[in-house]
């Protein structure tokens, strides 16, 4: 529900009719989310992080347990339930995503040869195209867009003063940490990130883990920025 909310505060969600953000069946919304916990006992049916996001994406667009958005939802929970799992994709392109979330839909995303075309066999399929496209992600700190890693920073009280000669000032306190600002959309690196933290007092030492930085608003607004053109293409589909 953190992620559909933070989607549905979004500007893209007043343009492109979202809907509201609670689900107008909360039954099937349970439901959805609820797969990932199948099992028998302690051992639970997806139990790899691409099965496991795999299955919350299919219930979560396949239930249609909101008004509107379902797709973009589901898009925007499967790929932070990777990250949350130190998964990223890689190798997929916007088109990539847009096809699959879409076939998927269709019932059309292949499934393994001689299966029986199911659900099971469905999510079994969309956690094999995962899988091919994705790898771990490095533990602790991890590189981020500046977008992204500016929405974590402010929502963590901190504040930006205008880039100049591509550089910015980022404020905490009485503190200031001055980071390379080329563009808006450009990566930073690890070191970076933790130099950042280290410098603002954000970092473990200071009290702030890693699950208290990297916070889910904030990360669903950088997939959101991320992927923007692409949750619009859905919008209409």
Same mark, same amino acid.
């Not at 496209?133 to 974590?152: A, N, V």
């Given at each position: 529900?953190?992620?559909?909310?933070? !989607?549905?505060?979004?500007? @893209?969600?007043?343009?492109?009719?979202? %809907?509201?953000?609670?689900?107008?069946?909360?039954?099937?919304?349970?439901? $959805? *989310?609820?797969?990932?916990?199948? %099992? !028998?006992?302690?051992? /639970?049916?997806?139990?790899?992080?691409?099965?496991? $996001?795999?299955?919350?994406?299919?219930?979560?667009?396949?239930?249609? $347990?909101?008004?509107?958005? =379902?797709?973009?939802?589901?898009?925007?929970?499967?790929? *932070?339930?990777?990250?949350?799992?130190?998964?990223?994709?890689?190798?997929?392109?916007?088109?990539?995503?847009?096809? @699959?979330?879409?076939? &998927?839909?269709?019932?059309?995303?292949? #499934?393994?040869?001689?299966?029986?075309?199911?659900?099971?066999?469905? *999510?079994?399929?969309?956690?094999?195209?995962?899988?091919?496209?994705?790898?771990?992600?490095?533990?602790?700190?991890?590189?981020? /867009?500046?977008?992204?890693?500016?929405?974590? &920073?402010?929502?963590?009280?901190?504040? &930006?003063?205008?880039?100049?000669? =591509?550089?910015?000032?980022?404020?905490?306190? %009485?503190?200031?940490?001055?980071?390379?600002?080329?563009?808006?959309?450009?990566?930073?690196?690890? =070191?970076?990130?933790?130099?950042?933290?280290?410098?603002?007092?954000?970092?473990?030492?200071?009290?702030?883990?890693? $699950?208290?930085?990297?916070? !889910?608003?904030?990360?669903?607004? %950088?997939? #959101?920025?991320?992927?923007?053109?692409?949750?619009?293409?859905?919008?209409?589909?």
């Amino acid at each position: 529900m953190t992620i559909r909310r933070a !989607l549905a505060r979004g500007m @893209m969600a007043k343009e492109d009719a979202f %809907g509201e953000p609670e689900p107008t069946r909360p039954v099937l919304f349970e439901s $959805a *989310v609820q797969r990932q916990f199948t %099992g !028998l006992g302690e051992k /639970y049916k997806y139990d790899e992080p691409c099965s496991v $996001a795999a299955t919350l994406c299919y219930g979560l667009a396949m239930n249609h $347990a909101f008004e509107n958005g =379902n797709k973009r939802t589901a898009l925007v929970s499967m790929l *932070v339930s990777l990250d949350r799992n130190g998964v990223t994709l890689v190798g997929a392109t916007e088109t990539d995503l847009f096809e @699959m979330i879409t076939s &998927l839909v269709k019932h059309e995303l292949p #499934v393994r040869r001689g299966a029986t075309r199911n659900a099971d066999s469905e *999510v079994d399929g969309l956690a094999a195209w995962l899988a091919t496209r994705s790898r771990r992600l490095t533990l602790g700190d991890r590189k981020l /867009y500046f977008s992204e890693l500016q929405e974590i &920073l402010t929502s963590l009280g901190c504040t &930006l003063d205008p880039p100049n000669q =591509n550089f910015v000032k980022i404020r905490h306190g %009485g503190l200031s940490v001055k980071t390379g600002y080329p563009r808006h959309e450009f990566e930073i690196a690890v =070191n970076e990130v933790k130099r950042i933290r280290r410098g603002l007092k954000l970092d473990e030492v200071a009290g702030v883990d890693k $699950a208290a930085f990297y916070d !889910l608003e904030a990360q669903t607004t %950088g997939f #959101v920025n991320k992927y923007r053109q692409l949750l619009r293409r859905l919008a209409d589909v």
